[in-house]
């Protein structure tokens, strides 16, 4: 088998890979119509072309669904995510402000284990209530491929059945239709490589690049873009540099932190947590922006949830299935630099 050097492997995740973006609006595929995206931002724009210096030809506004026709690569700007997505062949919306989703629905499952299980959102976005009753207030908007802890199953007094969750920070129930919520199956936790020795794995961030790599015997054999820790008016979140191990891990996790107003957030339902430091920077999935490339985070290693997922079973410590997180002295080495 050919490996790449680490200097080849960073050259083509970046360099190499970049050239060929150089030719604008390149058609990378074609996608199946059933394919959508719902909108991040409050509000963005429609173009002709897909470049910010089109025309505008129409204003989506957040949690609006489109359906993704096609994906594109547009001009020079931004360079660091030159991703554009078709809009049913009408035109163009830049991919960091649009989440790609799919609608599908779930059987219910009857027998929840005593402990809980976990589920994940497998419609664009679904709303929690206090009680199973859509007459009840909304407690928060649940999005696509976030992860929940289900811990009981109700029905309402029409008979539909729901969900009760368990809110992992504020210790509080509230209730999701079940069938916007797939039981994760056991087999979708198992380990990664769990053939290759614990010493023999190890994880570099790197934040010139923005990418992370997973090495198994100092060879890559995983890379995924991503946006880690930033400057903001409130302070430098910069992700720490050096070396970390990966010893606390969550498939689910409610962030919150500040004002709302002022830099803050309050994301329930992250998924696939990997912490590598006790103040909380961790690897996870990341539904409220689809912007990698560039660092943007509160020191977090944000990552499209599928490679969260991948990178949370491939390190250790394992999680079981049936426990909503770990928390070890031992776990596998992560070098930011």
């Known amino acids: 088998m050919n490996y790449l050097s680490r200097r080849e492997f960073l050259k ?16 990378i595929s074609t996608l199946p119509i059933e ?24 204003t989506f506004w957040k949690d609006m669904l489109l359906s993704i ?42 027998e929840i284990p005593s402990g809980g299980a976990l589920a994940e959102v ?3 976005f679904t709303d929690a209530h206090w009680k ?6 909304v407690v928060y908007r649940m999005y696509y491929e976030t992860t929940h802890w289900v811990v009981k199953l109700v029905y309402d007094e029409g008979g539909q059945p729901w969900y009760r969750l368990l809110d992992d920070k504020w210790k509080v129930h509230y209730h999701v239709p079940a069938a916007h919520l797939r039981i994760v199956p056991h087999e979708e936790l198992t380990p990664l490589s769990p053939e290759v020795p614990a010493s023999e794995k190890r ?27 930033a400057k903001f008016s409130n302070g430098n979140f910069s992700t ?36 590598i430091t006790e103040g909380g920077v961790s690897f996870h999935g990341t539904y409220w922006h689809n912007n990698f490339g560039r660092p943007r985070s509160h020191g977090c290693i944000n990552l499209t949830a599928q490679a969260a997922k991948w990178i949370y079973r491939w390190t250790q410590p394992v ?15 992560v070098e930011v630099i």
């Not at 083509?12 to 058609?27: D, E, I, N, R």
């Not at 931004?78 to 989440?99: D, K, L, M």
């Open 122 to 124: 497998t419609v664009p």
């Open 35 to 58: 394919q959508q995206g719902r909108v991040i931002d409050e509000s963005i724009k429609l173009f002709e072309q897909p470049t910010f210096k089109a025309k505008v030809i129409e």
């Open 240 to 275: 720490p540099p050096g070396k970390h191990i990966t010893n606390h891990k969550r498939p689910y996790r409610h962030m919150a932190r500040g004002n709302l107003a002022y830099n803050g957030f309050d994301l329930p339902g992250v998924p696939w947590v990997t912490y």
């Open 12 to 27: 083509l995740g970046s360099t190499a890979v970049m050239g060929f973006f150089l030719s604008p609006y390149l058609k």
């Open 132 to 137: 199973a009753d859509k007459s009840y207030p």
């Open 319 to 333: 999680v079981p299935p049936n426990e909503p997180g770990i928390f070890e002295n031992y776990g596998t080495l």
């Open 69 to 110: 026709s096609e994906v594109t690569i547009g001009d020079e700007e931004p360079a660091f995510n030159r991703v554009w997505y078709e809009i049913s062949g009408r035109g163009y919306v830049h991919s960091g402000a649009v989440q790609p989703v799919r609608t599908q629905l779930n059987p219910t499952i009857s």
């Open 203 to 229: 994880l570099e961030v790197n934040t010139p690049e923005q990418v992370v790599i997973a090495y198994e015997w100092d060879q890559p054999i995983f890379m995924a873009k991503t946006a880690t820790g």
